[in-house]
């Protein structure tokens, strides 16, 4: 797929290329990039570079590239090099390039002359040689010997260079042929006369007798063997015993006086069964290209680094300042299905290697079914469970409600209550005018009647004595939704209730609750009784009980005619039994109340425990005034934290007869001591 990529980027460039270039014999486009290409545009390796720049450029409006092919093939002499080198100088000798790209060594010959058009001209070189040969070896198409190979390395800084290293993996290639065929005798090398592939021929013999030097060696090339014979010789090979490394198959041929170079002829070796190996790593992504696959670099990875590197310089970086890349990343890469085709096993192949056109295993093929499905039980199984733990958790709720609703049962059963609900029947108006008993608790069952006596009765059968008050209230627990309180004597067993009614209106139902209260009531009676003898003896004694709130400054009487708050003959009020404390002395005699004053003081500063006074009172009775003698004695009834009295209880006592008494007595004893005397 990404080969198809580059190959639709490169048309693409060369449709809005090639016409300006045919039309024009110059560029007057300033900001741009030339790419000089050593080999045919058809060229794979190559393409797929153009087509990398092409995808950059084509992101940046202000920019444009151009791109130039050498041909080498066709290149043969001196003569056709300079028309080349005359044509790059004329077509773009105007405006300098912003950067040279350069793809093959024979586009490095031309070294000098880009220094001399343009000046220090950024270069990057993408090159499947770390070394440049003499001229001639690419011209004649020669291979370059140890001793004519200049490093790349010694061109960096003096042309401003940097190497982007396209590493053939010669040596892992015949590796990677002995690995899976593991009983190979004759290795064939296929590839066409330029001087990469005549050098590539040589460094291939040497290795090969370095790994097993008993292996017979073929090396074919167009010039030896047309493409037919190729085919015939093919054909013929031990597949289990040969190995075949394909370079390229370009070569040149005259038709009516024209020479032209073919480039697509290998297409027709793949039809063969023999195991063919290449070196291009377009070969090996076609699904049915018919190659099997190769030792190579990371495509992609270089291509990154290409386009990084060409960022770098557009921003002013210098290429020689670039470090060389060269590719650690190599691995084999084996095309699944021509692997097959061919008879191999993948088991035969090595560990690292990678497989293209695989099919997707049973777990690739379908994990995000697989993954899908599990999803949908995880999730089935998360509703599952949540929907358990909900019916248990309202199971739980309806069994403590259950629970509550027993032990409700058995409190209003245990209670020592009586408990009835009762149905309510109204007449047209909604007024009450019948029960139906509808329950009852066991207290109930105990003191009148059992359950299954009453439950569907009308309560007028069964107690009709209390209907008239038990309607009547019924009907204001309805009226007005509230709960009702009343007394009720039960006269035929002599027996006192507190009844409490709560209706509910939306089932006409009314629970009714009757505690008995007959011992509250028999202690209320004997209070109120003995109250009345205290309050008769009190009333016979003239004695006035009284209360004295010392935060609010009120006394407080307990009958209604003390003789201290009389005034102007009128009896006392009842709601003036409670009157101000200084109401209360000022009907104090005025020679006696300072000293009842400070009686009272004293007792309340704690400067004594009780108080006893006798003092006089003046009151007013039908129009006259007259003075009574009062006898009042006090005491402190409850104290704050701080031990401070807040109220004080006492009585008075009317002693006037009393005075008068002990007034006669003394003075008869006074007339009687006289006469003696006389």
């Known amino acids: ?45 190559s393409n797929r570079m153009i087509s990398t720049v092409s995808e950059y450029v084509q992101k940046n409006p202000k920019l444009a590239l151009y791109a130039e092919h050498m041909n080498t093939l066709m290149i043969d002499n001196d003569t056709i090099l300079g028309e080349f080198k005359n044509m790059i100088s004329q077509k773009y000798e105007h ?26 001209i950024p270069i990057v070189l993408c090159s499947e040689e770390k070394f440049i040969g003499p001229k001639d070896t690419y011209i004649y198409k020669q291979p370059v010997t140890q001793a004519e190979r200049v490093p790349i390395s010694q061109l960096a800084d003096p ?32 590839g066409d006369e ?34 037919n014979q190729l085919l015939d010789s093919l054909y013929h090979v031990d597949p289990n015993t040969t190995g075949i490394l394909f370079a390229s198959w370009f070569y040149k041929t005259t038709f009516a006086g024209n020479t032209s170079l073919v480039t697509n002829a290998h297409k027709l070796i793949v039809t063969t069964t023999a195991p063919i190996f290449t070196l291009n790593m377009a070969d090996i992504t076609e699904e049915n290209g018919g190659m099997i696959g190769g030792y190579t670099y990371d495509q992609k990875h270089y291509n990154q680094q290409l386009i990084h590197t060409i960022s770098e310089i557009l921003t002013g970086k210098p290429a020689r300042e670039i470090p060389f890349y060269m590719p650690s990343d190599g691995a084999p890469i084996i095309n699944y299905t021509i692997l097959l085709r061919k008879g191999f096993s993948p088991s035969m192949c090595p560990p690292n290697t990678h497989f293209l056109n695989k099919p997707l295993g049973f777990w690739k093929q379908n994990k995000y079914f697989i993954m899908g499905t599990l999803s949908f039980m995880i999730l089935l199984a998360i509703v599952f469970f949540y929907r358990i733990h909900s019916l248990n958790s309202i199971k739980k709720a309806q069994q403590k409600e259950i629970d509550a609703m027993t032990n409700y049962k058995n409190l209003v059963n245990n209670m020592p209550i009586l408990y009835m609900q009762e149905e309510v029947l109204a007449d047209k108006n909604g007024i009450p005018v019948e029960l139906i008993y509808r329950n009852v608790n066991a207290h109930f069952e105990k003191n009148f009647f059992r359950k ?66 007959t011992e509250l009531h028999k202690a209320q009676q004997k209070l109120s009784t003995i109250n009345n003898k205290l309050a008769m003896s009190l009333d016979v004694a003239n004695i006035v009980p009284w209360k004295w709130d010392l935060r609010s400054k009120t006394i407080l009487c307990d009958i209604n005619k003390p003789i201290e708050l009389s005034t102007q003959g009128k009896d006392v009020a009842e709601e003036q039994l409670a009157v101000p404390d200084y109401h209360y002395f000022s009907k104090i005699f005025k020679e006696d109340r300072k000293r009842v004053e400070q009686a009272y003081q004293n007792l309340i500063d704690g400067h004594s425990e009780k108080v006893k006074e006798e003092y006089r009172v003046v009151s007013t009775q039908k129009g006259f005034h007259r003075i009574e003698w009062v006898e009042a004695q006090a005491a402190v009834e409850t104290r704050d934290e701080n031990g401070k009295p807040l109220t004080l209880v006492g009585s008075s006592l009317v002693i006037t007869e009393r005075k008068k008494m002990e007034m006669e007595l003394i003075n008869a004893k006074n007339l009687g001591g006289t006469e003696r005397t006389g």
């Open 95 to 120: 405006h300098r390039p912003r950067l040279l790209i350069l793809l093959g060594n024979p586009s490095l010959l031309l070294r000098d002359e880009y220094r001399e058009l343009w000046g220090d």
């Open 452 to 517: 299954e006596e009453v439950v569907g009765k009308k309560a007028s059968e069964i107690f009709p004595e209390s209907m008239p008050d038990f309607l009547h209230f019924t009907q204001i627990a309805l009226s007005e939704n509230k709960v009702i309180t009343f007394p009720y004597y039960f006269k035929k067993i002599d027996t006192f209730y507190d009844i409490v009614l709560k209706a509910n209106r939306q089932n006409n139902m009314i629970d009714v609750f009757c505690l008995n209260s």
């Open 159 to 190: 042309y401003n260079l940097v190497l982007l290293y396209s590493n053939l993996y010669l040596r892992e290639n015949i590796q990677l042929i002995s690995h899976i065929i593991p009983d190979m005798k004759k290795f064939i090398f296929i």
């Open 194 to 227: 330029r001087e990469v592939n005549q050098t590539n021929n040589q460094e291939i013999q040497t290795k090969l007798k370095t790994i097993n030097p008993n292996i017979e060696y073929q090396y074919i090339t167009p010039q030896k063997m047309t493409t």
């Open 1 to 45: 797929m990404n080969m198809k990529k580059y190959v639709l980027a490169f048309f693409l460039c060369f449709i809005s290329i090639t016409p300006i270039l045919a039309q024009r014999d110059h560029i007057d486009i300033s900001n741009y990039i030339l790419c000089i290409n050593s080999y045919a545009e058809s060229s794979p390796w």
